[in-house]
């Protein structure tokens, strides 16, 4: 028997470790056309980031909806609430559409090719992608 301990450092229990599972054979038909969806949007993303203009970030999303230049709102699913309904206002206001990226910001940040995390992003120009047309009504 092992006796408790009152130390701050938690005592490991000796003995193997549990086996890796493997996602990729459990996941659903649902969690499959989820993962196919994400790839696309990323990609419709990339190309955003190649051929047309955004805005990345907080203040300057909210700007081009004052100025009523953006298209489509993409947000991070971890992005605090009181910002989320906000930009969702404006952009009701701006008739907008709005899509909840499934992904906190640091894969937002990734999906649009950068190091850092992106909280929410505008775009005013898709280029040569056709983001607009079908993200909106994947929702």
Request: charged fraction near 25%; charge should be positive; include cysteine.
């Amino acid at each position: 028997q092992e006796r408790p301990t009152f130390s701050l450092h938690a005592r490991k229990k000796r003995g193997t470790a549990p086996a890796p599972t493997n996602l990729a054979a459990g996941m659903s038909a649902k969690a499959s056309k989820a993962s196919k969806n994400a790839d696309s949007i990323n990609a419709r993303l990339q190309l955003v980031m190649r051929s047309g203009k955004y805005m990345l970030g907080y203040k300057t999303t909210l700007k081009s909806l004052r100025y009523g230049k953006s298209k489509l709102i993409l947000i991070a699913n971890n992005c605090p609430a009181l910002r989320k309904s906000e930009i969702e206002y404006y952009a009701m206001l701006a008739k907008t559409g709005v899509h909840h990226f499934h992904g906190d910001n640091n894969e937002l940040g990734t999906a649009c090719g950068r190091y850092y995390r992106v909280c929410c992003l505008s775009i005013t120009d898709p280029g040569d992608s056709d983001i607009i047309r079908t993200l909106p009504g994947m929702e």
